[in-house]
């Protein structure tokens, strides 16, 4: 757990008093959480401020992340996945510019990575959003995208996917964050540091962090020092092994790596006792 707690998610109103005997109305929640999407915290305080090029807030309906202008890919993305966003829209396959990052800010096209030996690696999937059209064309924005070897996105990766979307539909609702780290990895064609003529970074290490809860409300005070919490942190490389259990590792060892807070809104007591822990359940 991280010494200093970003705190002020939610601003609060004032409380309006009522006179002769009426009810108190109820304080509204001021903050870019989009249906709880950044519930378990803001992991780098990010805001929607062009001052911010390194850390810049993007709110989607789907999803919340964090944009790093001058590397081309997200520092994180930060989601809530419930049965509510599984669905039967088909996969959309739209990869396109996000028209609404900053004017003057360089946008990543659909063809950036183009024959370079990467995916176009979501971080929110496709398949995490599948109740409308509109959800799952909105993973499909480049600002949701890292380069991303192969196997590590079509396979390790694909599978842990894949198992957070059993737990949903075992009755859970889950907090996901992905982000990545460091500069380098090694594609289907090799190692690269960059592409698209320097303006997209390829990251060294891709990593995850997902909040399994069952379903209910107040879901950051419900996280508890029983809790699961799944921490993964991989290479980007093309020759990792096919399971995402080889790679699981502890909260607090992701937020020594990258400096971030990921849990910041929940308890500091279970936030010592959760982010030392490395998960040992199920993989499938």
């Keep these: 757990m991280r010494l200093f707690r970003r705190y002020g998610t939610f601003i609060l109103l004032g409380w309006l008093a009522a006179a002769c005997g009426e009810e108190e109305v109820v304080p509204t929640p001021i903050s870019p959480v989009v249906d709880g999407h950044l519930s378990m915290g803001n992991p780098s305080g990010a805001v929607a401020d062009v001052s911010q090029p390194a850390n810049y807030l993007l709110s989607k309906p789907q999803y919340v992340l964090s944009y790093h202008r001058d590397k081309g890919i997200p520092n994180w993305v930060s989601w809530h996945l419930a049965a509510s966003w599984l669905g039967t829209a088909a996969r959309q396959d739209d990869f396109r510019a996000d028209a609404s990052l900053p004017a003057g800010w360089y946008q990543v096209q659909a063809g950036s990575y183009t024959g370079s030996g ?10 995490d959003r599948t109740a409308t059209v509109a959800d799952n064309s909105a993973t499909f924005l480049m600002t949701n995208m890292i380069p991303q070897a192969p196997r590590n996105n079509q396979q390790t990766w694909a599978d842990l996917e894949d198992y957070c979307r059993t737990l949903v539909r075992a009755g859970n609702e889950l907090y996901v964050i992905a982000g990545q780290y460091g500069t380098g990895g090694t594609g289907s064609n090799g190692a690269k540091t960059t592409l698209d003529n320097g303006r997209v970074t390829v990251p060294k290490r891709v990593w995850k962090v997902v909040v399994v809860l069952p379903e209910g409300t107040a879901d950051a005070s419900r996280v508890s020092a029983t809790t699961r919490i799944i921490a993964v942190d991989t290479p980007n490389d093309n020759s990792l092994s096919p399971a995402w259990s080889d790679y699981r590792t502890s909260v607090d060892a992701l937020e020594a790596a990258t400096g971030y807070d990921l849990l910041s809104a929940v308890a500091p007591a279970v936030q ?13």
């Design 272 to 284: 010592q006792t959760v982010e030392a822990r490395v998960d040992t359940g199920p993989t499938q």
């Design 118 to 127: 990467f995916d176009r690696g979501h971080n929110c999937p496709s398949a």
